[in-house]
């Protein structure tokens, strides 16, 4: 009698893993090309390099992907996963790429990726300090900052005219709107469909109402090849690296959190000795090899846990075919043009909605602890006063040296130590029964995120 296979490990037809693959797509699309083109206004790059960062910035997610989602070796979680730069990521390239060169930059990724792989066998001892009372306060902020992030794509950069533009916020809002009817309305697999066809919905009318411009997307070559070391060979400055290997700390931290959630969401008990370092080992090969293309880190992106939690699609064979279709996109040059093309408040629309569901998940976890406990409610109040100031109050570190705005400023950093650590004092110091009340019981599903 043939063995049912795990729903993670089952593989769809060719159509179904097409079309979900490419909803996983749409979602996560904006991220990598924002980022490029952040990086090429800041530093001013030439056009032609830029063209060529967003095709490794591509190539090098599509891969990532595919090892997150396959798994090589020790590399990749077997997890449906996918990569992106991450925001704090491109913000610590770019201020040290100020501070120093853009060469000194690329050199700190390489750094920080052998770092991931040093520091990797004493943060697996740390495990145990990563509670669910720790995962659901990570998860809230990773979903309140990416909305945050994705606000700012829909209402524009303030100061500038299109600041608040009412047809940005319209679409955006209108896109938001789609998404939720398409999943009241759809049936079946059409309705785990519903972020997609809102965002082509939202596109649609983005159309009709003269705001989609696809001028670009056939100027310019058909084919896009990355280069190594873009920038000239890599200069290694310890000092100048150490805020992006302090970042891999809080990475690892964030890798930690994902894969618990993810093999929640799909239903998987979480191995943390075994999952969480074949995440993480991931993210070390994958911002090495970005590192040697030009690109800020390469990591695990919460970004599609929402999506995976929205439709129930569980496979992993699905965000590999997202990954295959990042690497089809790095090669040819146009289609990434297309996606770029699409406008960024359906974007944002799309986004937040995903997002949002994250937050969600954060709070399901939270709700199965009990915070009747004085110590894990001040843990989780203490957290969010951290994490969240930053992230609502942009550039209140501002008059910091530059070095502590990168760490200060990136209210999920700061969150997430912040609840690593008042967790640490309520429940591994003093006296552990004052954090303990009556049925404080561990946090359901137990099997998928107790600590070994």
């Not at 891969?63 to 590399?75: A, E, I, K």
């Not at 145990?128 to 995962?135: A, C, L, Q």
């Not at 990773?142 to 600041?163: M, Q």
């Not at 993810?262 to 000795?273: K, T, Y």
């Amino acid at each position: 009698m043939a063995t049912i296979p795990h729903p993670v490990d089952a593989v769809l037809p060719p159509r179904q893993l097409f079309a979900f693959g490419l909803q996983h797509l749409l979602v996560m699309i904006a991220s990598p090309v924002t980022a490029v083109f952040a990086v090429g206004r800041a530093l001013d790059l030439p056009a032609t390099l830029t063209a060529n960062l967003v095709s490794a910035t591509l190539l090098v997610c599509g891969l990532g992907t595919l090892v997150q989602s396959l798994g090589v070796w020790r590399f990749g979680s077997r997890l449906p996963f996918v990569m992106v730069p991450g925001g704090a990521p491109v913000f610590i390239f770019l201020g040290i790429a100020t501070l120093a060169d853009v060469q000194t930059a690329s050199g700190a990724v390489l750094v920080t990726a052998a770092c991931y792989v040093l520091l990797l066998p004493v943060f697996a001892r740390c495990l145990r300090f990563f509670p669910p009372v720790v995962i659901g306060t990570m998860l809230l902020l990773v979903g309140v900052n990416l909305i945050a992030v994705y606000g700012g794509v829909i209402a524009g950069r303030p100061g500038t005219p299109a600041f608040g533009d009412p047809a940005s916020l319209g679409l955006a809002m209108a896109t938001v709107l789609l998404t939720v009817l398409f999943v009241r309305v759809l049936p079946g697999t059409l309705g785990q469909l519903a972020v997609m066809f809102g965002l082509v919905a939202g596109t649609l009318l983005a159309a009709a109402a003269g705001m989609l411009r696809l001028d670009a997307v056939f100027a310019g070559p058909a084919l896009s090849l990355p280069t190594a070391f873009p920038f000239g060979w890599p200069k290694f400055n310890l000092a100048a690296s150490l805020p992006m290997v302090l970042f891999s700390v809080i990475s690892m931290a964030e890798a930690t959190s994902q894969t618990v959630a993810v093999s929640e969401v799909v239903g998987r008990p979480v191995d943390r000795r075994r999952d969480v370092p074949r995440t993480i080992l991931g993210d070390a090969l994958m911002s090495l090899l970005g590192g040697c293309l030009g690109t800020a880190l390469i990591i695990t992106s919460g970004e599609n846990i929402g999506i995976v939690r929205a439709t129930g699609v569980r496979s992993r064979y699905v965000t590999a075919a997202c990954g295959a279709m990042l690497v089809v996109l790095a090669l040819v040059a146009p289609l990434a043009r297309l996606a770029n093309a699409i406008p960024a408040p359906v974007v944002g629309g799309t986004a937040v909605v995903v997002f949002a569901i994250i937050c969600g998940m954060g709070i399901d976890i939270l709700r199965r602890v009990d915070l009747h406990a004085p110590g894990n409610l001040y843990t989780v109040a203490a957290a969010l006063a951290i994490g969240l100031l930053p992230i609502l109050v942009p550039g209140m570190y501002g008059r910091f040296p530059a070095a502590l705005q990168i760490i200060l400023g990136n209210g999920l950093a700061m969150g997430t130590v912040a609840a690593v650590l008042f967790n640490i004092v309520f429940h591994h110091l003093g006296r552990p029964a004052l954090a303990a009340g009556p049925g404080d019981a561990p946090a359901a599903p137990a099997q998928a995120v107790r600590a070994p």
